[in-house]
């Protein structure tokens, strides 16, 4: 049997499927996150081989049986020649990936599952953030997004962050009021924001559960909070930042560009978030406007692994069928 071996790799979790060469879906696997830049290049292509191996032989009874034509594997951080490099080093290891391989950062999924246009840009923002962009010229503008260093602020892990800090200055009189500071420690199993701060410092409390408290700043805005809607505030600042960079570096300010919106943080659909977006982006990138996608990024990765079979559009339209629900 012939199949297209495809995943995803986030900061939350990895999504793996194999398609039939049809672009129906054969079988399809969620884990949680293991993407190269936490566990390392060899260890990701590793979990990979047993993931596929695992849907090989509950399709096809052995692995043996499954032939991979097409591999596409896109994670979270590849975003450097030299980790897509290594990662693709790794991965010819395994014979999946040696008669067809694309490798690329999670970000190119979002943007190919959004848009068919030539002129592009895409901003994620999930656990963290990215954004790519391409124009009909074949020009592309990439960030490093690798945190702190590379001028990054925002995603699920920052607002949760947020949440946390506000809450613990307004606990102890060094920050204004908030709603936050009834909000957070009861999502963490505590008591108190000393509680929570405590938890933290003997390491109680894993610092992995911080993006799950990116809701309650949503929660606070509904309740009418000035903090959690400053924060709002300025996570829409960053994602048109990144939208008026990319549009810029192109050279394509003015035209009528889709700016494609994706990652956990935005398929939740925040209204107060969304209206920002749409009011910022209005006035600082004319022309542009936003295209809000909610299927699983693996949706993405599927389109790209066709696209360079040169699928008809009937198979695409398969593809997009078979990996657009969670």
Avoid at 96 to 122: H, K, Q, S
Avoid at 241 to 265: E, I, T
Wanted: hydrophobic content about 45%; overall charge negative; aromatic content about 6%.
């Amino acid at each position: 049997m012939d199949a297209v071996f495809v995943a995803d790799g986030g900061g939350s979790k990895t999504d793996v499927a194999l398609l039939g060469l049809d672009g129906s879906l054969l079988a399809r696997r969620r884990s949680p996150a293991f993407p190269p830049y936490a566990v390392g290049a060899a260890k990701t292509t590793e979990l990979l081989d047993a993931s596929l191996r695992d849907m090989a032989a509950e399709i096809a009874g052995e692995p043996a049986d499954v032939t991979v034509t097409m591999a596409a594997l896109c994670f979270a951080g590849l975003d450097w020649d030299f980790e897509k490099a290594e990662f693709s080093e790794q991965a010819h290891r395994y014979p999946w990936a040696r008669n067809g391989l694309i490798v690329d950062t999670d970000t190119y999924p979002l943007l190919r599952a959004g848009t068919d246009e030539a002129t592009a840009v895409a901003v994620i923002c999930g656990t963290g953030m990215n954004c790519v962009g391409r124009a009909a010229d074949g020009k592309t503008a990439w960030f490093a997004a690798i945190g702190e260093t590379s001028g990054d602020w925002g995603g699920g892990w920052t607002l949760g962050m947020e949440a946390i800090w506000h809450a613990a200055r307004a606990a102890d009189g060094r920050g204004p009021a908030t709603s936050l500071q009834q909000l957070v420690p009861p999502a963490l199993g505590c008591g108190s924001m000393d509680e929570v701060t405590l938890g933290f410092h003997t390491g109680k409390l894993d610092e992995t559960i911080v993006r799950q408290l990116a809701p309650l700043i949503f929660d606070a805005v509904e309740q009418g909070d000035e903090v959690a809607m400053s924060v709002v505030d300025r996570q829409a600042d960053e994602i048109v930042a990144y939208a008026s960079a990319a549009v810029k570096r192109l050279g394509v300010l003015g035209q009528r560009v889709p700016v494609v919106l994706g990652g956990g943080v935005i398929a939740a659909r925040h209204e107060s978030l969304l209206r920002a977006i749409d009011a910022k982006l209005a006035e600082q990138v004319p022309g542009a406007h936003t295209v809000i996608v909610t299927d699983p990024p693996v949706l993405g990765t599927g389109l790209l692994a066709f696209d360079a079979l040169g699928a008809a559009p009937d198979v695409l339209a398969r593809v997009r069928q078979s990996l657009s629900t969670a």
